[in-house]
């Protein structure tokens, strides 16, 4: 079945610079890529998506890439605020089901 | 307003004792699907559910069960838990199956 790989597990960067979430997954049936965000306490949310049809996705600060070829997806935050702290979750869905990574906790410094 | 309910919050219950942890959706989402979540290993999907009548298991189905009788409601079902039950539970629904998942505000279990 399919197995999702997250990297790193915990990230601490400075206010204002750009942090990165790396993803590989190993079914090549998978087409949809979707990441979470958990803030603590809180359910995790949709922050963005891409579709194996499409390399790249924007969505104001935050970015997704993927190459289909490697298996392997990343998520870009750029201009880290403070309340981009939290839990991050990468996942992959071939067919019916959805597998997530193991998770990043992201800290942002002052 | 659009959302996943889920019941209880918290539930605290001794090894053996049948419990059933309930979920509705009012999006009239089609699929819906349980989670457990523990420290390290991420969202680890139990159970999911394409439709009414239609369940298949997930990566972690030992000691659930499920039922989807009606489109909005996916209870999970925990017949004889057991200690290693104890955890986070989130339910969520999409449509279509490959969507954002919308989850419930998560139960937090407990066996002893």
């Known amino acids: 079945g399919e197995n999702v790989e997250q990297h790193p597990s915990t990230l601490s960067v400075q206010e204002g610079d750009s942090a990165v979430i790396k993803c590989t997954y190993s079914?090549?049936?998978?087409?949809?890529f979707p990441w979470y965000k958990q803030e603590l306490g809180k359910r995790p949310q949709l922050i963005i998506d891409?579709?194996?049809?499409?390399g790249e996705k924007k969505d104001q600060r935050i970015a997704v890439t993927l190459n289909k070829t490697a298996k392997h997806f990343s998520l870009h935050i750029t201009e880290t605020q403070p309340e981009d702290s939290a839990v991050y979750f990468c996942?992959?869905?071939?067919?019916?089901?959805?597998?997530f990574g193991k998770g990043t906790r992201l800290h942002i410094l002052p | 307003e659009a959302q996943v309910t889920q019941n209880p919050r918290y539930l605290i219950t001794v090894t053996g004792k049948k419990l059933t942890v309930t979920c509705s959706q009012n999006?009239?989402?089609?699929?819906m699907s349980w989670y457990r979540q523990d420290p390290g290993l991420g969202l680890r999907q139990i159970y999911y559910?394409?439709?009414?009548?239609?369940?298949d298991k997930g990566d972690v189905p030992e000691g659930y069960k499920v039922s989807r009788k009606e489109k909005r409601n996916f209870p999970l079902i925990l017949e004889s838990p057991s200690p290693n039950q104890t955890s986070l539970y989130f339910c969520?629904?999409?449509?279509?199956?490959?969507?954002?998942?919308?989850f419930g505000n998560g139960t937090r279990l407990t066996v002893t």
């Open positions: 999006m009239n989402h089609e699929y």
């Open positions: 079914d090549s049936a998978s087409n949809y």
């Open positions: 969520a629904s999409s449509f279509p199956s490959t969507g954002p998942l919308h």
């Open positions: 559910s394409m439709n009414v009548e239609v369940t």
């Open positions: 996942a992959a869905s071939p067919y019916d089901k959805i597998i």
């Open positions: 891409i579709r194996s049809n499409v």
